[in-house]
């Protein structure tokens, strides 16, 4: 049977009937009931198709029907896959919330929503939920692990949903659904986290997705790899329930390249995770990067002085290269076999010691990255792309694909010649690195690498700093203001219920106002430079973003988090989280000892490290931008505490009432 090629639903059910037993597609750490276990397991692309229908028969035995809302609540795991194409197999609607919502936030959307049903990973979520709809109709509970003691009424775990289905619900019954499920159907309700206000629910349709799903993977090179069928490994550790790693992660590298998707244990697990799975594709924040990259710096500043000027050669004949990709020069013959060099010498050593030895694809999105961080992993083969987007935009607006930027031929020899170099480039670049097979060791291999380069490769354009062009069938422009302006097939029509929002989001021409500030360069690259309603206005009239100020702040190496300060106010300030490992490491190097992380940060040896990590920043700034005061907290930014979205963005409103005292004194007693 062949499903439609227009919708998720369609294309993951072509995709499980194509790869079958043959390949794994989820593996994690849980056992068949949905338990966490302590190694992987894995399900096919069979099996989790099979579960799939079965959860979508229980569904409908329980009452869900076409156009209903049903929520999923759940950190990313196998079974919020299975959730939410059980949802779309009913023609229902997806509600995914974060796993750290509050009571009064999972009240708000529960209601907002009218979901009559609540797809969810544990127990205490199901008591969470239980609680916040007491006095109201509790929807039906869903749970995706066994239950412990005593179960209320009105919850199911998966294996008594799935069994009820059976008997209630036949197969064709579903698979007849998913073959009525069209592309201008709503495939999910998004809400919004927001730094203020109450959270709006984005409604995305199924057309919107694909749209954007083949959009993210239309560049040359990634259609090779398609066709190479690789099943590449991606190691999940972003939400799913974000539409940045839905579709990097479920949609891109699970539906369209048919990869394998491995869930990390957890963000926190993963420095271990990437070494046990060595993945060849990772998208994850900013954050991540900025993290590999400070261990690196500060494992270095540790190391001989020997071993640091080789590593300082090796980055810089490493930076040279990142300079060619990102201009399109090419490179001196002897300055890319010292580059070759350097690969060999220290790079490869790295990659491999951090677990990113088959790394072919790495993205960044869901945040600024500093242009350093960007160069760094570039300069080490490790083809880094950074993207944009928004929620709304489902949510890719542009991406640095790997893509040539030049004119292709169209016909005869010429085409055929530059069709073989591509193909030569995608084996060497994507096959052979996804396989553990150094492009820089096998010397065949090395000068097909550099055959490619000098004909084609050499104008395979990323622009560390920029987030790339627009997608194709996107149209963006600049207001007069310097908020970027975007239509497209991904950008989404509505806001859940509200249509005065809906109203105002969008331009009297139909463009939707993201709500950032960027510009282009002269070749179409754009550059995020703040969010609108962020600047700063210092009580001397200037305006300052503070983004890039925060961005510039985290990226030294003992800064973790940064949230700047000065609104309405004579001069900026900052409140600044340090890196503790980093800053244990140098106590314990210099011989400081101290009780408490409040004691460690009041040290006036460690003031003054984080004082100049401030003056390198200060002294790339104009004088009005520059942090006059900053105060060392001690302990960090949470989404828990209330401090950071579930996307890890700073709720301004939220830090200036906690930490107000702290605040005061630097600007009355400094």
């Not at 969470?128 to 749970?143: D, H």
């Not at 799975?277 to 998208?283: K, S």
Request: proline residues 5%; glycine residues 8%.
């Amino acid at each position: 049977m062949a499903y439609r090629t227009d919708t998720l639903c369609g294309i993951f059910h072509n995709q499980a009937l194509r790869y079958g037993d043959k390949f794994p597609f989820l593996t994690a750490r849980f056992d068949k009931d949905g338990r966490p276990i302590d190694h992987f397991t894995s399900r096919s692309w069979k099996d989790t198709r099979d579960e799939i229908i079965d959860l979508a028969r229980g569904l409908m035995a329980l009452g869900v029907k076409r156009g209903d809302s049903v929520i999923i609540f759940s950190e990313s795991r196998p079974r919020w896959i299975i959730a939410d194409q059980a949802v779309q197999a009913c023609g229902a609607i997806g509600v995914p919330l974060y796993p750290t919502v509050s009571d009064e936030e999972l009240a708000y959307m529960l209601e907002d929503s009218e979901s009559r049903v609540v797809i969810l990973s544990t127990q205490e979520k199901a008591q969470m939920t239980i609680k916040v709809t007491q006095g109201k109709a509790q929807p039906v509970i869903i749970q995706m692990s066994p239950w412990d003691g005593n179960k209320p009424e009105g919850v199911y775990t998966f294996a008594e949903a799935m069994a009820l289905g059976s008997q209630k619900i036949t197969r064709e019954a579903v698979e007849e659904e998913i073959a009525r499920v069209a592309p201008d159907e709503v495939t999910s309700i998004i809400y919004t986290s927001g730094t203020t206000g109450k959270p709006k629910g984005v409604v995305l349709t199924q057309a919107n997705w694909v749209a954007n799903m083949h959009q993210c993977t239309a560049s040359e090179i990634m259609q090779l790899t398609k066709k190479a069928d690789l099943h590449l490994k991606s190691l999940v550790h972003l939400p799913l329930c974000h539409v940045f790693g839905r579709t990097s992660d479920f949609h891109g590298a699970g539906l369209v390249l048919g990869g394998e998707l491995v869930f990390a244990e957890s963000y926190q697990s993963m420095s271990r995770d990437l070494r046990e799975v060595r993945p060849q594709v990772i998208a994850t924040i900013p954050r991540l990067f900025e993290k590999i990259y400070e261990i690196v710096q500060s494992t270095v500043s540790r190391t001989k002085p020997q071993a640091q000027a080789i590593y300082k050669w090796a980055m810089g004949k490493g930076k040279l290269y990142v300079d060619s990709l990102a201009t399109g020069k090419r490179m001196a013959p002897h300055q890319l076999l010292m580059f070759s060099l350097a690969n060999i010498l220290v790079f490869e050593r790295l990659k491999k010691q951090m677990g990113l030895d088959r790394l072919v694809l790495a993205i960044s999105g869901g945040g600024k990255l500093a242009p350093e961080i960007c160069v760094f992993f570039r300069a080490l083969g490790i083809q880094l792309c950074e993207g944009y987007g928004l929620t709304e935009t489902s949510p890719v607006i542009n991406f640095s694909a790997p893509e040539l930027y030049m004119q292709k031929p169209q016909s005869g020899i010429a085409k055929a010649l530059y069709d073989w170099i591509m193909r030569m480039t995608a084996d060497v670049m994507v096959v052979g690195i996804s396989k553990g097979k150094s492009p820089y060791k096998n010397p065949i291999r090395s000068l097909k690498l550099g055959f490619c380069y000098y004909t084609l490769v050499h104008n395979l354009r990323v622009k560390p700093g920029f987030v790339g062009r627009a997608m194709n069938d996107t149209e963006e422009k600049i207001a007069e203001d310097g908020e970027i302006l975007v239509k497209g097939p991904q950008v989404f029509k509505t806001y859940w219920k509200k249509p005065q929002d809906t109203a105002d989001s969008f331009t009297p021409d139909g463009y939707f106002k993201t709500g950032d500030i960027g510009q282009f360069d002269s070749e179409g690259f754009l550059q995020i430079t703040d969010r609108k309603k962020e600047l700063f206005v210092t009580s001397g009239g200037k305006n300052v973003a503070p983004h890039p100020i925060e961005v510039a702040l985290i990226s030294r190496p003992y800064i973790d988090q940064a949230c700047l300060l000065g609104d309405g106010r004579k001069y900026l300030t900052a409140l600044i989280i340090p890196d503790f490992e980093s800053l244990k490491r140098y106590a314990k190097d210099k011989g400081i000892t101290y009780a408490t992380p409040a004691e460690l940060v009041a040290h006036p040896e460690i003031k003054g490290l984080i004082a100049k990590e401030v003056d390198e920043v200060n002294a790339g700034l104009a004088r009005y931008e520059q942090v006059k005061y900053f105060t060392i907290l001690d302990k960090a930014f949470e989404v828990e505490t209330g401090e950071l979205t579930p996307t890890l963005k700073i709720k301004r409103r939220v830090v200036n009432e906690k930490y107000r005292d702290h605040i005061e004194r630097m600007y009355t007693n400094p």
